[in-house]
């Protein structure tokens, strides 16, 4: 089992920055990667970040490249997404996500298993 709590979330206006945390318990190591999802509101939930728990390998949807980075501290369990130049568009709830397998198919939100709360984030114009 695995528990997830997101924290950072708050009120920035465009432009500005925010880090996002994720901090795990449980059998994190046992992921194969952990990854960040958001939801605005009437919209689906959108695959923002990705990185694999081992390697590190990271992966982004095109809308944040650039913008955001993900990152991992494997020592404190922590998933981090580095959020600059934010824009009104990026407003949502944030949640981290953990996926038990390797695929091509990583932006799909079916193919992860333990979800955090979510933490909201918005930007205002």
């Known amino acids: 089992q695995v528990q997830l709590v997101e924290s950072g979330g708050g009120l920035v206006q465009a432009g500005g920055s925010l880090r996002l945390s994720c901090a795990a318990s449980g059998r994190t190591f046992s992921s194969y990667a952990m990854g960040w999802f958001r939801q605005a509101p009437g919209k689906e939930r959108e695959f923002v970040a990705a990185?694999?728990?081992?390697?590190?390998?990271?992966y982004y949807t095109d809308s944040v490249k650039g913008r955001f980075t993900i990152s991992r501290d494997k020592v404190k369990n922590t998933v981090y997404l580095q959020m600059n130049s934010l824009k009104p568009e990026d407003t949502a709830v944030y949640y981290c996500?953990?996926?038990?397998?390797?695929?091509?198919?990583?932006?799909?939100?079916?193919?992860?298993?333990?979800w955090g709360q979510g933490t909201q984030v918005t930007v205002s114009s």
């Open positions: 990185i694999r728990w081992s390697g590190g390998s990271t």
């Open positions: 996500a953990t996926r038990p397998r390797g695929s091509t198919w990583y932006t799909k939100f079916y193919e992860y298993d333990y």
